[in-house]
């Protein structure tokens, strides 16, 4: 157990609609990352938040947003679903997250969404 | 573009032997690299971390080499179980403290 937890573990949808996938970083973490793992891409990385602020952006679409809160916890909201956004999404966390640092970082159990 | 490759999607080895899995990377020189073990339908796990000024980390029956000649990293698992069967993946540090992934070697040991 990585300490980290994400919810729902899987969600199923609708082509066009907006989902909110919810993450909780391990105790004392300040940095969140959010990545997403498609079969043919691997883990892409999408967007890192360090203490409620936005600090890295990857290759997130215009249609995903992202957010951390003063509790440190994170959401990731995709809207405009199509059906190439199915895909497991992970959040991981580290203490800090710095540039040229070394952390290591600690993976959530993932969400599995399927838009139909 | 900086590029991390991993050169082989699987790799088929037999209980007891050692499995190798490579890491290459091309057009920058990491000042770190990370190994994470995935099983299917799971989080990574974080397993080993090098240094660019270290030839070699060790832990268990793990063993990681980074060199900066090759521009490869080396991934080693001696005395090979069943239960190493796994995707591993391989990660440089990106430009803003994130990490960018290898697709990862999937290894199956078979018994």
């Known amino acids: 157990d990585s300490g980290v937890t994400q919810t729902p573990k899987h969600l199923i949808t609708a082509t066009g609609q907006r989902v909110t996938l919810r993450c909780s970083p391990r105790s004392g973490d300040l940095s969140v990352y959010w990545y997403q793992q498609s079969l043919d891409q691997g883990l892409q990385f999408l967007i890192q938040y360090y203490n409620g602020e936005e600090r890295a952006k990857g290759n997130i679409l215009e249609r995903f947003s992202a957010q951390q809160f003063p509790d440190l916890h994170s959401e990731l909201n995709l809207s405009s679903l199509e059906l190439g956004d199915s895909a497991l999404y992970f959040c991981?966390?580290?203490?800090?997250?710095?540039?040229?640092?070394?952390?290591?970082?600690?993976f959530g159990p993932g969400t599995r969404l399927t838009v139909l | 573009s900086q590029k991390i490759e991993q050169n082989s999607e699987a790799l088929n080895i037999q209980e007891g032997k050692t499995a190798t899995l490579t890491c290459n990377y091309t057009?920058?020189?990491?000042?770190?690299l990370q190994w994470y073990r995935q099983d299917p339908g799971r989080g990574p796990v974080f397993l080993l971390l090098?240094?660019?000024?270290?030839k070699e980390k060790r832990k268990e029956r793990l063993k990681v080499t980074f060199d900066t000649t090759l521009k490869q990293s080396l991934f080693h698992i001696t005395a090979s179980q069943p239960a190493d069967s796994a995707t591993y993946l391989c990660?440089?540090?990106?430009?803003?403290?994130?990490?960018?992934f290898g697709k990862g070697t999937k290894l199956s040991v078979k018994p």
């Open positions: 990660a440089r540090g990106g430009s803003q403290g994130n990490l960018i």
């Open positions: 057009n920058y020189s990491p000042a770190y």
């Open positions: 090098i240094r660019e000024n270290e």
């Open positions: 991981a966390s580290s203490v800090e997250g710095a540039i040229g640092g070394t952390d290591t970082q600690y």
